[in-house]
């Protein structure tokens, strides 16, 4: 089975086409970064416009790279939510449109069930159940996985998202768009141990994360130091000391959401989980605790088509989707809970 995949959620066209029991054959990927870099941030109604442009000539091109004809395809996933409204409806319609006319079914994915498949994608991939941390520009969660579709969300933030944390922080700082790999290659330079960062909600029980007020700290901290000599110098030490707080925080509630499980294997996805200090980080209080750890490729972590496509093809396999629905129904969901999916 070839499944077509299409991602238009935020500011990535992503495209791919997965096959059952031969992989990923080939993809796609076209970034806006550079569209909204001057703005400091997405611009929903230009990340639109950008999609319509981009969509259409990328999987003209993705056809291409597999050498097949779109009458190989036997099904079409792509991202139904959540997301941005306008960027959805673009991968939604071409998706529902591409189907009627080649007479296959479409597949709305969750886009955060794309990030918590993509480790699978892997060699060696990692076995059900496991626990995953979603951390990514809009989410950050953790979540109970006993099978393909089996989600049981464990805790999630109360406000801002880790990747969110990151870019609002970055841009405080006067980083460049995107956030989160600015501040990161700052944070190499500085030493995390120069100020002192809170680990929010870490000393009360549960799995829940605020990353709202260790932004504010940041604020704070930044406008007392601003006037210092050693401004440079002073901005990579806020942004090391800023990272390490994430990565403690999120290491913290990982290590509790494993004691609480039972289970040996975590999962880590989503945008920030590209973040090599992340990564080296879990990977240690892994080894320590006893649980292994797996990631996607530093791609495959931020938004992409390959997810989504593989998402489709393990729910289409499994035989987990509508089949009852009609051609031509648009139905994008930019607000859609992970727990709501069936
Ligand atoms: O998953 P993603 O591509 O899009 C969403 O679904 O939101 O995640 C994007 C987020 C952004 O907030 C970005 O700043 C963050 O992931 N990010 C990183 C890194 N690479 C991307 N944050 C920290 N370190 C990184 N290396
Ligand atoms: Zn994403």
């Not at 991202?79 to 960027?87: C, D, E, F, N, S």
């Not at 989410?139 to 109970?144: G, I, Q, S």
């Amino acid at each position: 089975m070839h499944v077509l995949g299409i991602e238009t959620s935020c500011d990535e066209t992503g495209v791919a086409l997965y096959a059952d029991g031969q992989g990923l054959l080939a993809q796609q990927l076209y970034s806006q970064i550079e569209l909204h870099a001057q703005f400091g941030g997405v611009v929903p109604e230009l990340a639109s416009r950008d999609h319509v442009r981009k969509l259409l000539p990328l999987i003209r091109e993705l056809m291409t790279q597999a050498n097949l004809s779109l009458t190989a395809i036997d099904a079409i996933a792509y991202t139904r939510g959540p997301g941005l409204i306008g960027a959805l409806l673009v991968g939604t319609s071409m998706a529902e449109a591409l189907a009627w006319a080649l007479n296959i079914p479409a597949i709305g994915i969750h886009h955060m069930e794309g990030h918590l498949l993509a480790p699978l994608l892997e060699d060696d991939p990692p076995a059900f159940p496991f626990v995953a941390l979603l951390v990514s520009g809009g989410h950050t969660m953790l979540v109970d996985v006993t099978g393909v579709g089996a989600y049981r969300l464990l805790g999630e933030t109360l406000d801002d998202a880790a990747g969110e944390a990151f870019d609002k922080t970055a841009k405080l700082l006067g980083l460049a768009y995107p956030g989160g790999p600015s501040l990161a290659a700052l944070a190499e330079l500085g030493d995390p141990l120069r100020f002192r960062f809170p680990r929010p909600m870490t000393n009360r029980p549960g799995l829940e994360f605020s990353f709202s007020g260790l932004k504010t700290h940041t604020r704070t901290l930044w406008e007392q130091q601003a006037t210092a000599d050693d401004t440079d110098q002073i901005k990579a030490d806020i942004a090391a000391g800023f990272q390490l707080a994430v990565i403690d925080t999120l290491a913290i509630k990982c290590r509790r959401a494993m004691q609480q499980t039972g289970y040996r294997q975590l999962i880590v996805a989503g945008g920030v989980g590209a973040n090599l200090s992340l990564r080296r980080h879990l990977q240690a209080v892994g080894a320590k605790s006893g649980f292994q750890v797996n990631y996607p490729r530093p791609e495959f972590c931020t938004d992409n088509g390959a997810m989504i496509a593989f998402a489709g093809c393990l729910r289409l396999t499994a035989g987990q989707y509508d089949h009852g629905y009609q051609h031509g129904v648009l139905d994008a969901r930019p607000r859609w809970p992970l727990d709501q999916l069936g």
